[in-house]
């Protein structure tokens, strides 16, 4: 795969977690305050039924329950982590928490994928970590062990869900969205109960909230992840995993631009490290690792060359 045709995948890969990091300036602006899961119900449910309506398509067999795993990892139980991490800890620590996700991902590859450890994939993870935490860590950051333990889990569910998702791959004949509309609409259901259970009756929407819910849902579910679950099945998962960095940082840079917050030069550093490690992640490295990835894409399922041609064979965007 050239250069020139990845880097328009990264791209659109990158759009969705840097969507996400539009979450936190939307939920403090915009909706109600105190309905946290209810927000992430509405980003993840109505999305997920609007992809099945537009593809009308279900999942068959064995990828029922797949579909459910994988939505309840990378959605309905990432979402209740995240908020108990976000409602007990500072953002700055909730955010560092998350990214070590393309850590968590660089092992599970090991395992999961059978992948070649790789030393520089890791290393350019732990960079990625230490700049995001520059930049949103504060000198008043403070500790909850439960918030912590969340943290961590939310980090770990999301892990594990993307390595799934590259293992089994998407069934033949079945495109990005309606694979995203299974997983959001499989997450969305996992939450349902949750939210009621916890959070009670939905709040009153106003038009701000009523804008700032089609935001979330419309981009920051429906189209976000459906570029994201393409991504992660074009792309090597340790180099989505990382491209997940962008989400903090966005955070942290609307924070600057449109709540005032302060942006000072270790804040800056943090940036330029974590950027760095961001493109590195993407990077191919070691050669015998790349020689390794012919038989993991295998097992992601040889459907995907089908799934992203014409009938004439060329390979078009979905």
Not at 112 to 130: C, D, K
Not at 143 to 168: E, H, I, N, S
Request: hydrophobic fraction near 55%.
């Amino acid at each position: 795969m050239t250069a020139s045709g990845t880097l328009p995948r990264i791209a659109l890969t990158a759009f969705a977690p840097a969507v996400w990091g539009t979450t936190y300036v939307v939920t403090t602006e915009l909706l109600p305050s105190g309905h946290p899961l209810f927000a992430g119900l509405m980003r993840a449910l109505p999305a997920g039924l609007i992809a099945l309506a537009l593809t009308r398509t279900l999942p068959r067999g064995a990828w029922w329950w797949r579909a459910a795993a994988l939505g309840v990892l990378n959605i309905g139980l990432f979402f209740p982590l995240l908020f108990t991490a976000a409602e007990r800890l500072p953002g700055g620590v909730a955010a560092t928490l998350g990214a070590g996700q393309p850590l968590v991902v660089a092992l599970l590859a090991v395992g999961v994928l059978h992948q070649r450890p790789s030393a520089a994939r890791f290393a350019w993870g732990l960079a990625g970590v230490a700049g995001v935490g520059l930049v949103v860590l504060g000198p008043a950051a403070g500790f909850d062990a439960v918030g912590v333990l969340a943290g961590l889990g939310g980090a770990f569910a999301m892990a594990l869900g993307v390595t799934l998702t590259k293992r089994w791959g998407r069934p033949a004949g079945v495109g990005p969205t309606a694979f995203a509309g299974w997983q959001l609409t499989a997450g969305g259901l996992f939450l349902v109960p949750v939210t009621f259970a916890v959070e009670g009756a939905p709040p009153a929407i106003d038009l701000p909230a009523a804008a700032g819910y089609l935001w979330l849902g419309l981009v920051g579910g429906l189209l976000a992840y459906v570029l994201w679950f393409r991504g992660i099945s074009l792309l090597p998962v340790t180099s989505v995993a990382v491209l997940g960095l962008l989400s903090p940082m966005v955070a942290a840079l609307l924070g600057a631009l449109v709540l005032g917050q302060e942006l000072g030069p270790v804040q800056l550093a943090g940036f330029a490290l974590a950027l760095t490690a961001m493109v590195a992640g993407q990077l191919p490295h070691e050669r015998g690792n790349q020689l390794g990835a012919k038989p993991i894409d295998q097992l992601t399922g040889q459907c995907l060359a089908a799934d992203l041609a014409e009938p004439g064979g060329q390979r078009v965007p979905q």
